[in-house]
C-alpha cells in the first residue's frame, strides 16, 4: 500500500554526474541541494545492488553532502526503509535521514560504525536513544527499517531481521523538513555511503 508515503527517492531516476535534485515519487516535493559545494554523486548500476544505481553521500574530500525536503507537516509516527551501503565504519554515527524542525525537535534514523555493538539505530529530543542490535560491513548492501509508533515504541529491523526496539512514551518531535544523507543540516552526524532507494511514510506499516 501507498498509504501514507510521503518521500520516496529511486537512484535510477537519475542521471550521471553531481546530483542536486532527486525527484520524489512520493507526496512532497523532491529532494535539493542548493549548495553546489555540496552535492552527491551519481553512482552507475552496480552488482552491489541488484544492477540498481545509487547516489554516494560524501564523495571525495567533501564530507557535507546532504539534500533536504522543505515544507513538511509534522507527524508523530513514521516508517523509513533505505537501501543501503556505508563505506567509512570507523568513526561516529552517520545520519542516513533525519527530520529537522530545530535542535530541540528533530529525530535521527542512523547507522554506525561497525566497531560499535549495533548496526542501525535512532535518536530523538524527546526520547533519546534506541540502540540496535546488528553490526553492519563495510560495501555490504542492506535493506534497513526503522518503525516509530507515537506514544508507544520504535522498531528496527535489518533485511528483514529484528535488530532492536524500545517503547516510549511520545513519538517523533515536530519538524519542518526532512534530510537525506544527514541527522541535522550541518556537518554532524553525516551519512558516509550509498542509497539506492529510500521511502518514508508518514505512519507505521
Known amino acids: 500500500s501507498t498509504a501514507g508515503l510521503r518521500l520516496r527517492l529511486v537512484a535510477n531516476d537519475l542521471s550521471a554526474g553531481d546530483v542536486s535534485t532527486w525527484p520524489n515519487r512520493g507526496t512532497e516535493a523532491d529532494a535539493v541541494q ?87 539505530d535512532y535518536w530523538d529530543s524527546s526520547n533519546g536513544w534506541v540502540t540496535g542490535t546488528t553490526v553492519l560491513s563495510p560495501n555490504q548492501a542492506y535493506v534497513g527499517s526503522w518503525r516509530i509508533s507515537e506514544g508507544a515504541s520504535a522498531d528496527l529491523r ?14 517523533m518531535p515536530s519538524f519542518d523538513r526532512y534530510i537525506v544523507g544527514m541527522s541535522e543540516p550541518s556537518t554532524s552526524a553525516r551519512f558516509d555511503g550509498q542509497i539506492a532507494e529510500l521511502l518514508f511514510y508518514d505512519r507505521v506499516l
Open 158 to 171: 535489518v533485511n528483514g531481521t529484528s535488530a532492536g526496539s524500545r517503547s516510549f512514551g511520545s513519538g
Open 34 to 120: 542548493v549548495d553546489g559545494n555540496r552535492l552527491p554523486t551519481f553512482r552507475a548500476q552496480s552488482t552491489l545492488f541488484g544492477g540498481n544505481a545509487s547516489v554516494g553521500f560524501n564523495e571525495g574530500s567533501d564530507d557535507d553532502e546532504a539534500l533536504e525536503v522543505q515544507g513538511i507537516a509534522a507527524h508523530g509516527s513514521g516508517t523509513l526503509i533505505a537501501v543501503f551501503s556505508q563505506e567509512d565504519v570507523a568513526g561516529h554515527n552517520y545520519g542516513i535521514f533525519g527530520t529537522w524542525g530545530t535542535t530541540n525537535r528533530r529525530a535521527s534514523f542512523v547507522t554506525r560504525s561497525s566497531s560499535q555493538a549495533d548496526g542501525l
